[in-house]
């Protein structure tokens, strides 16, 4: 059963944004902490960005100042606004949902960045 869909990748130029968002068909989403993750060919699986229930953020040192993680709980849904990207920021971004012990992750979208 897919409970997390990820869309809103795509092929970008260095500098450019892209949002990508996030919905949780699941239950109880505002009680989740939400983040986005993302394995770059050859590379060990790594957070980008997480939100808690209540707001909290925390960011890879990579990404800090470029990306933004926010959530609409009204539409069971988290984003990550992403400016400024560069070549190294290239990989499939994957959503992870956590509450109670139970961690869910979506699909995956693929995020390439080159002229």
């Known amino acids: 059963q897919v409970q997390l869909v990820e869309s809103g990748g795509g092929l970008v130029q260095p500098g450019g944004s892209l949002r990508l968002s996030c919905v949780d068909s699941?239950?109880?989403?505002?009680?989740?902490?939400m983040a986005w993750h993302r394995q770059a060919p050859g590379k060990e699986r790594e957070l980008v960005a997480s939100?808690?229930?209540?707001?909290?953020?925390v960011y890879a040192n990579s990404v800090k100042g470029r990306f933004t993680i926010f959530r609409d709980n009204a539409k069971n849904t988290v984003y990550l606004q992403m400016n400024s990207l560069k070549h190294e920021d290239t990989a499939v971004y994957y959503c992870?949902?956590?509450?109670?012990?139970?961690?869910?992750w979506g699909q995956g979208t693929q995020v390439t960045v080159s002229s």
């Open positions: 699941g239950s109880f989403f505002s009680l989740k902490t």
């Open positions: 992870n949902s956590w509450a109670s012990g139970n961690s869910q």
């Open positions: 939100i808690t229930m209540a707001g909290g953020k």
